[in-house]
């Protein structure tokens, strides 16, 4: 069993930056891929950026790329998503997982943290 939390969030001005972290408790850190989501009121939760086990591959979706970046630290269970130039249609829940790579994606296993909020104002 893994449990994931996360912390963070707050409330930013356009522009902003924020750093979010995600500490995971259990065994299989370092083996596993581990990403973030995001869900805003009203939509589908929303894959943000993923991560290899080792952290040498990244991916993020278009909506962020060149503005957040996801790193990791091993060795202390730990996964972090740096948020740049923030606007304020990244208002939303921010949730760390872990998951695995394929070839044709990121696979989340069931394993979801409490979330942290992120409000960015105009």
């Known amino acids: 069993q893994v449990q994931l939390a996360e912390s963070g969030g707050g409330l930013v001005q356009a522009g902003g930056s924020l750093r979010l972290s995600c500490v995971a408790s259990?065994?299989?850190?370092?083996?596993?891929?581990m990403a973030w989501y995001r869900q805003a009121p009203g939509k589908q939760r929303e894959l943000v950026a993923r991560?290899?086990?080792?952290?040498?591959?990244?991916a993020y979706g278009d909506s962020v790329k060149g503005r957040f970046t996801i790193s990791r630290d091993n060795a202390k269970n730990t996964v972090y998503l740096q948020l740049n130039s923030l606007k304020p249609e990244d208002t939303a829940v921010y949730y760390c997982?872990?998951?695995?790579?394929?070839?044709?994606?990121?696979?989340?296993?069931?394993?979801w943290g409490q979330g942290t909020q992120v409000t960015v104002s105009a």
């Open positions: 997982n872990q998951g695995r790579t394929t070839g044709s994606g990121y696979v989340p296993y069931p394993y």
């Open positions: 259990g065994s299989g850190f370092s083996i596993n891929s």
């Open positions: 991560i290899t086990s080792g952290g040498g591959g990244t």
